[in-house]
T-cell receptor, first 116, second 115 residues
Framework: AQKVTQAQTEISVVEKEDVTLDCVYETRDTTYYLFWYKQPPSGELVFLIRRNSFDEQNEISGRYSWNFQKSTSSFNFTITASQVVDSAVYFCALSINTGTASKLTFGTGTRLQVTL | DTGVSQNPRHKITKRGQNVTFRCDPISEHNRLYWYRQTLGQGPEFLTYFQNEAQLEKSRLLSDRFSAERPKGSFSTLEIQRTEQGDSAMYLC?????????????FGSGTQLSVL
C-alpha cells in the first residue's frame, strides 16, 4: 500500500520568510513518481513539480526548490522569500503504475498562510 | 488549452436525491479521472477512463455511484440516493496519455452538500 504523510497541517509565516513543507512517503515499488500540487482558494489543483524515483537531484524553479532524499523517503518543498500569493494548501502526492494508468495518492495537505 | 471544466460548481441536495456532475476535460486528453476530496483531506481516487472505457474503480465507489464517458470526451458522475457522507468536493482531472506517470490537469471541482 502507498501512503503520503504531511505532518504539518498549517503553517503561518510573514512575507519574505522562507518556509519548508515536509512530505514523507511509503511505497514498496521501486519505480514511482512524486508530485507537488498547489490548491488555491478557487479549488483547482495546480501542478508544481514531478520527480521520478531514480532522480535524486534537487530542483530549483524561481523561488521554489525541492529536496528529494530516498534514504529518508522524503520529498520536501521550500519556498524562498514567501509572498502573500503563495497562500494556499499544498499537497504532496505519490504515483505508482497500476497497469494502464498511474493514479495519485495524496497526503492530507499543508495549509500555508503568508501575511504581510 | 481551455482547462478542465466542471459543472455545476456547487450542488445542494436533500438526502435520498440523485445528483449528476459533468466534467469536460482538456480537448484531446484521452485519460480522465475522478477524485473526491473531503474537508481537511487530500483528494482520493475514485475512477479512471481511457477514452470511453472505464478501466479502474476504487473501493470508495459504492454501487450508488456510476460514471460514464460515452464518447470519450466529457464524463458524468452520478450519485443515486445521496447520503450525508457523500458531501465532498468532486474533482475531475485529465491527461494526454503520452507517457506513464503523467501530471494531471484538474478542474475546480463540484462541491456537493447533502442536507
Amino acid at each position: 500500500a502507498q501512503k503520503v504523510t504531511q505532518a504539518q497541517t498549517e503553517i503561518s509565516v510573514v512575507e519574505k520568510e522562507d518556509v519548508t513543507l515536509d512530505c514523507v512517503y511509503e511505497t514498496r515499488d521501486t519505480t514511482y513518481y512524486l508530485f507537488w500540487y498547489k490548491q488555491p482558494p478557487s479549488g483547482e489543483l495546480v501542478f508544481l513539480i514531478r520527480r521520478n524515483s531514480f532522480d535524486e537531484q534537487n530542483e530549483i524553479s524561481g523561488r521554489y526548490s525541492w529536496n528529494f532524499q530516498k534514504s529518508t523517503s522524503s520529498f520536501n518543498f521550500t519556498i524562498t522569500a514567501s509572498q502573500v500569493v503563495d497562500s494556499a494548501v499544498y499537497f504532496c502526492a505519490l504515483s505508482i503504475n497500476t497497469g494502464t494508468a498511474s493514479k495519485l495518492t495524496f497526503g492530507t495537505g499543508t495549509r500555508l498562510q503568508v501575511t504581510l | 488549452d481551455t482547462g478542465v471544466s466542471q459543472n455545476p460548481r456547487h450542488k445542494i441536495t436533500k438526502r435520498g436525491q440523485n445528483v449528476t456532475f459533468r466534467c469536460d476535460p482538456i480537448s484531446e486528453h484521452n485519460r480522465l479521472y475522478w477524485y473526491r476530496q473531503t474537508l481537511g483531506q487530500g483528494p482520493e481516487f475514485l475512477t479512471y477512463f481511457q477514452n470511453e472505457a472505464q478501466l479502474e474503480k476504487s473501493r470508495l465507489l459504492s454501487d450508488r455511484f456510476s460514471a460514464e464517458r460515452p464518447k470519450g470526451s466529457f464524463s458524468t458522475l452520478e450519485i443515486q440516493r445521496t447520503e450525508q457522507g457523500d458531501s465532498a468536493m468532486y474533482l475531475c482531472a485529465s491527461s494526454p496519455d503520452r507517457e506513464r506517470y503523467e501530471k494531471l490537469f484538474f478542474g475546480s471541482g463540484t462541491q456537493l452538500s447533502v442536507l
